[in-house]
């Protein structure tokens, strides 16, 4: 199957294929999440999937590289994009503020990645603990896709060191308030001299996205990868095209971090313009990082479409600000952007 580069034929193929392979797996997990024992623990797992399936539709887009093996890597993505989302859910409303809690937690998006991995009990370091194998069931259905795939050896280490990235936000940005600003600063540190000029909250948004992941488990389906071709998909993913995705999810999310007291990277910018200055030069950057990609028309459009599907969010159109700002984005993306804003928007209200 001919990969989409236009905005209708990856819409046609989104409706005809992906959202409906996507579905179909989320139905799956759904009915899982609704058998585990623990109250807590189920009331997560059922939120997640519920308040955040539009990041595993998303996500599933990549499953169109894979060509006859898409509803293979859907079944991959739903279930690592589940883990995330349901991980995030218990540390973000958590009963706990234990870093080794976080970590351990997390270990299972690493197990997830490494075929042959024993699960364990992710849950050893908090109260609720019995989820009727919900996790390690996600965890051994990512094992299961990605031992078939041929080019996975080849991405595995760069797709782990992307997983690293985003526990150790997870971890960092979690723990008690007073202290996540200096973790996080202190991580950033530790890398700021191997990535271009940004901010610590910029490199936070940066790791916060699980796209490069999907990116090479798609592109791994089909054939080995040789070194060229994974450096070439990791430069092309991180730190910009991620960057860009986890930015517009902290602009929709403004309001409710500032209820609920959360980290919300947008915060730390001195002004609104300087914000907007930045996000303009972040999607300047994706939009040439990827142009040494295979099919990069196709992440262009992946790129364009990102901006449409968070600013067509309810969020943003409740907030009479929010929204003003969000067109400015919408301009900056072009014709496609606005094209697939509409499409969201009434996608959404349907």
Same mark, same amino acid.
């Given at each position: ?33 609704? +058998? ?29 590289? #894979? ?41 299972? *998006? ?17 109260? %609720?603990?019995?989820?009727? $194998?919900?996790?390690?069931?996600? /965890?051994? +259905? &990512?094992?299961? /896709?990605? *031992? ?15 997983? %690293? ?9 979690? /723990? ?13 540190? $530790? ?14 948004? &940066?790791?916060?996205? +699980?796209?490069?992941?999907? &990116? ?24 910009? /095209? ?41 999607? %300047? ?26 600013? #067509? ?32 928007? *009434?996608?959404?209200?349907?």
């Amino acid at each position: 199957m001919k990969v989409p580069t236009k905005p209708w034929t990856l819409l046609f193929n989104i409706y005809r294929d992906v959202l409906p392979d996507s579905h179909k797996e989320l139905d799956k997990w759904r009915e899982k999440a609704k +058998t585990i024992p623990d109250l807590e623990l189920r009331k997560q797992a059922l939120a997640s999937i519920k308040d955040k399936a539009f990041h595993c539709e998303g996500g599933a887009v990549y499953g169109l590289l #894979a060509g006859k093996n898409r509803r293979k890597i859907i079944r991959f993505i739903v279930a690592y994009q589940t883990i995330s989302d349901y991980l995030d859910n218990l540390c973000d409303r958590s009963t706990s503020l234990d870093m080794n809690d976080f970590r351990e937690l997390h270990t299972s *998006m690493f197990h997830a990645l490494t075929p042959g991995k024993s699960t364990m009990n992710y849950y050893r370091y908090r109260d %609720e603990q019995d989820d009727g $194998g919900y996790l390690a069931s996600l /965890v051994t +259905t &990512c094992q299961e /896709v990605l *031992m078939e795939l041929p080019g996975f050896q080849h991405a595995q280490s760069e797709m782990l060191q992307l997983a %690293e990235y985003y526990v150790d936000l997870q971890v960092y940005k979690h /723990v008690e308030k007073s202290k996540r600003v200096e973790l996080l600063e202190n991580w950033f540190d $530790g890398h700021k001299h191997d990535w271009p000029e940004m901010t610590w909250y910029e490199f936070s948004a &940066c790791a916060g996205s +699980t796209l490069g992941i999907f &990116c090479f488990a798609a592109y791994a389906a089909n054939s080995v990868l040789d070194r060229e071709r994974v450096n070439l998909l990791k430069k092309g993913y991180f730190p910009w /095209v991620q960057g860009l995705h986890i930015m517009l999810d902290y602009f929709i999310d403004q309001e409710e971090d500032r209820q609920e007291n959360d980290l919300n990277f947008m915060f730390y910018y001195e002004s609104e313009e300087k914000m907007v200055e930045r996000m303009k030069y972040v999607k %300047e950057q994706a939009e040439i990082s990827i142009r040494s990609l295979p099919d990069w028309k196709f992440h262009k459009m992946i790129n364009k479409g990102l901006i449409a599907l968070y600013l #067509a969010d309810e969020k943003v159109q409740v907030q009479k600000e929010l929204k003003k700002t969000a067109k400015r984005f919408i301009k900056f993306g072009g014709l496609p952007t606005v094209f697939f804003y509409l499409n969201s928007w *009434m996608y959404r209200r349907a």
